[in-house]
């Protein structure tokens, strides 16, 4: 049975189906463009390593690494192979691992439906054995050395280990050189029947597409399939402290000039997606009035030379944690982060005026209308918040109801007895 969700202000019509086997299927047809997109994914990321198997009693732990492991695996077939078969339909496939979310995605400006129908299939057909997992694991590695000399990925995962304690975001979402070398045939087979479940699952296509050919092509792969109703799976999560693990985080390596990436630490134990989200809309307003091109801060920093082009600030949140990461270059990393610390307890007692909040609220609003431009990012983003619960159209919703009361108390509570942790790389 379809469902239509509409959205006056977008001027979009998007399609919902849900399929007896759970999976949730999206369409957003775009008849005027030439492009089609579409991404099928399964709420499994690098955080998924400790979980009790839907039917079993007792939790299980794999090696960190195998969600991203398992995204590798699934490209290769017993016969055939995949990135040959959307070459010769002229489409570009592509995949990703997050802590959160293993998507496969494509994009096509023609034979949609055979680059969906190879979609959905070298997906649902795992093929694993012995020798190619021992294979994968030596190019694994050798993926893993690479990053680890990389300044960028150091800062960032440096960091994300200053601010947790013990939640898994703090690992490397390709696990380490040791942790893969665990990692076998039936624990992969295990972590795909667990997680690629159709319903835990969902399939998002958008472009010049029509909605029902799509729904015709999903029911008649899974007309083949014998498959049983899934309970929800119980995922593990330890429970983490308020405070920092490490307040500052320095190493060096062969870098012209200092990185750094300063975090706050969100204050959440569990909430729900309604709170989530408003603390995304509003987290994300939040850093860019503090530290955003149009703020006094930031062009302070950048007129005394302390920031430059690679200065970047974001929120990122999920159900049980969350956290705001700044940062980039600059000859004074320590510096930047005292004008940050300042500005913090300067807007405490003297808050922003609200133009400010209406004139940044406003620009918010059109970078999300805009983000629709691109079928790439309107596809990712509606995985993103579809994993957390919420609507594609929802965030604009609250986006446009959320006022400057509801930013205040926000900034009051959010750096109240605030927790950060600096990362830094200095030159050797």
């Not at 308020?242 to 300063?262: D, G, Q, S, Y």
């Not at 300042?342 to 209406?358: A, D, G, N, T």
């Not at 609003?365 to 929802?394: C, H, K, Q, T």
Request: proline share 5%; glycine share 6%; with cysteine.
């Amino acid at each position: 049975m379809k469902r239509i969700i509409n959205s006056d202000v977008l001027r979009e019509r998007l399609i919902h189906y849900k399929h007896r086997y759970g999976l949730n299927v999206y369409i957003l047809p775009r008849p005027t463009y030439k492009k089609q997109f579409a991404i099928y994914a399964a709420h499994y990321g690098s955080n998924d390593s400790h979980f009790v198997v839907p039917g079993d009693t007792q939790p299980i732990k794999v090696p960190e690494g195998i969600a991203h492991f398992l995204e590798h695996k699934l490209f290769e077939k017993q016969d055939g192979n995949v990135f040959e078969e959307y070459s010769k339909l002229g489409a570009n496939p592509n995949a990703f691992t997050s802590f959160t979310t293993t998507a496969y995605h494509f994009t096509s400006t023609g034979n949609f439906y055979e680059c969906l129908d190879i979609l959905i299939d070298f997906v649902g057909d795992p093929y694993f054995t012995d020798q190619t997992v021992e294979k994968e694991k030596g190019i694994i590695t050798q993926e893993i050395t690479m990053y680890q000399d990389n300044p960028n990925w150091r800062v960032y995962f440096n960091l994300l280990k200053g601010l947790y304690h013990e939640h898994p975001v703090r690992n490397d979402i390709a696990g380490t050189v040791e942790s893969i070398q665990k990692i076998d045939k039936d624990t992969l087979y295990k972590c795909y029947e667990t997680f690629y479940h159709p319903s835990n699952m969902v399939l998002f296509a958008t472009g010049d597409i029509d909605a029902d050919t799509v729904i015709k092509k999903v029911e008649a792969y899974f007309s083949k399939r014998d498959l049983s109703k899934q309970d929800r799976i119980d995922r593990i999560y330890p429970d983490e402290p308020k405070e920092v693990a490490e307040p500052v985080i320095k190493e060096k390596l062969p870098v012209p000039r200092p990185l750094f990436l300063l975090g706050f630490k969100d204050k959440v134990e569990r909430r729900s997606s309604q709170q989530l989200l408003d603390h995304l809309i509003l987290n994300d307003i939040i850093v860019d009035m503090l530290i955003g091109p149009a703020s006094e801060l930031y062009n302070r920093l950048y007129e005394e030379g302390l920031i430059d082009s690679t200065f970047s600030a974001d929120y990122v949140g999920e159900m049980e944690y969350g956290h705001i990461i700044l940062g980039g270059e600059s000859a004074d990393p320590e510096k930047v982060v005292d004008m940050v610390y300042r500005e913090i307890e300067k807007v405490k007692s003297k808050p922003w005026e609200q133009e400010y909040f209406l004139r940044l609220k406003r620009k918010k609003i059109g970078e999300y209308i805009r983000s629709f431009n691109s079928l790439e990012s309107v596809g990712v983003m509606f995985v993103s918040l579809f994993f957390r619960d919420i609507g594609l159209f929802e965030y604009l919703e609250r986006l446009e109801r959320m006022n400057y009361e509801e930013l205040r108390t926000h900034f009051n509570m959010f750096f109240d007895d605030y927790q950060s942790s600096l990362s830094m790389i200095l030159p050797r």
